[in-house]
C-alpha cells in the first residue's frame, strides 16, 4: 500500500520534465474513463491502458508493478505501443528499502527517456529527482499523490483539499502541493486561499522541475504579481521549451486578449493551441 499512487504520479514528473514527450493528461485521461466504464476510481487493468491509449490517439503507455524480493523492492516499467501491444522500451528499478525506491526509479527513468529517443543534451538539462522535486517525506508525497488522483479522477474535488494540506503540515517546503492546492482552490472560487498557495509555490519555486517552474511563475504573474510583462516573458519561455505544452499557448491567447488587445496574436495562440490539445475548451 505504500506505493499506491506514488509510482505513477512520479513516473508522470519524471516525464513531464522531458520536451521530448507530450504526456496525456489526467483530465483528458478522466474523461475517456468516463467513456469507458462508470467509475474512473477503479484500478486501470492493462487492457483498459492500451485502450485509454488507443482512444486519445496516444503511441504508447507507460506500465510498471512493484514486487518484493527477497528483502529488496523492485520496480519494474515498460513502455508498450497502444495498437500491436509491441515493448519498446522497459527498465527496473531496485532498492533496499521503501524510502529509497523513488531514488532508484528516478535513475532507471532517465534510461528509459533515452531508450525512447530522447538525447542525453535534453535529459541531463531537465533531470531533476522526483526528491527534489517534491518532498523528501514519503508519507507526505503519499498524501499529495492521493490528493491529485482525488482531484482529477474523483467525484468530488474538494475532498482533496485536506489531503493537500496535511501533506504541507509535514513538509512546509513542499513546493509542488503549494502550487496544486492553489490551482484547486481557484478552480473552486477560494481565491484569496489560492493567492496565498500560489505564493507560497512562487517563493519556493526551486524546488521543482524546470517546466514546474515555469507554471508556477506563469501563474503568481497572474494570479499574484498582476506583472502582464512578466507573465507573457514566462509563457513565451515555457513555449519555447516545451513545444508539445498547449497550456502556454493558451495562457498567452487569454493575454493578449484580455489585456493586450492584439486580437491577431490572440488566434494565433488560441490556434496553436488548439492543434495541440484540440478537446480543451478554454483556448
Not at 485521461?29 to 488507443?54: D, N
Not at 530522447?118 to 522526483?130: A, C, F, G, K, Q
Not at 485536506?162 to 490551482?183: H, K, T
Request: net charge negative.
Amino acid at each position: 500500500p505504500v506505493f499506491d499512487r506514488i509510482l505513477r504520479r512520479s513516473a508522470i514528473i519524471q516525464l513531464s520534465q522531458s520536451p521530448t514527450f507530450k504526456i496525456v493528461s489526467d483530465d483528458a485521461i478522466a474523461s475517456t474513463l468516463r467513456l469507458m466504464r462508470p467509475s474512473a476510481e477503479v484500478e486501470l487493468s492493462a487492457v483498459h491502458e492500451r485502450e485509454a491509449c488507443i482512444r486519445e490517439g496516444a503511441e504508447a503507455v507507460l506500465q510498471g508493478e512493484v514486487d518484493r524480493v527477497a528483502r529488496r523492492y523492485v520496480v519494474s516499467m515498460q513502455a508498450v505501443a497502444c495498437q500491436s501491444g509491441e515493448h519498446l522500451a522497459s527498465v527496473a528499478a531496485q532498492a533496499d528499502e521503501a524510502g529509497a525506491i523513488l531514488d532508484a526509479m528516478s535513475s532507471e527513468m532517465n534510461k528509459l527517456r533515452a531508450k525512447l529517443g530522447e538525447s542525453m543534451r535534453s535529459i541531463e538539462r531537465y533531470d531533476r529527482p522526483v526528491r527534489a522535486a517534491t518532498t523528501e517525506s514519503l508519507e507526505a508525497y503519499q498524501l499529495f499523490s492521493a490528493a491529485a488522483d482525488r482531484w482529477r479522477f474523483g467525484p468530488d474535488a474538494s475532498a482533496a483539499i485536506p489531503l493537500f494540506e496535511r501533506a504541507l503540515q509535514i513538509d512546509p517546503q513542499f513546493a509542488l502541493a503549494y502550487s496544486y492546492l492553489g490551482s484547486l482552490l481557484g478552480n473552486l472560487g477560494e481565491l484569496d486561499r489560492a493567492v496565498a498557495a500560489h505564493r507560497k509555490a512562487f517563493e519556493l519555486r526551486d524546488r521543482v522541475s524546470e517546466r514546474e517552474k515555469l507554471t508556477i511563475t506563469a501563474t503568481y504573474h497572474s494570479f499574484v504579481s498582476g506583472n502582464i510583462e512578466a507573465e507573457i516573458a514566462t509563457n513565451e519561455q515555457w513555449r519555447a521549451q516545451y513545444p508539445h505544452d498547449w497550456i502556454a499557448p493558451m495562457n498567452l491567447a487569454g493575454i493578449y486578449s484580455d489585456f493586450v488587445g492584439d486580437y491577431a496574436r490572440t488566434l494565433q495562440f488560441a490556434e496553436e493551441s488548439l492543434r495541440l490539445e484540440p478537446r480543451q475548451a478554454y483556448a
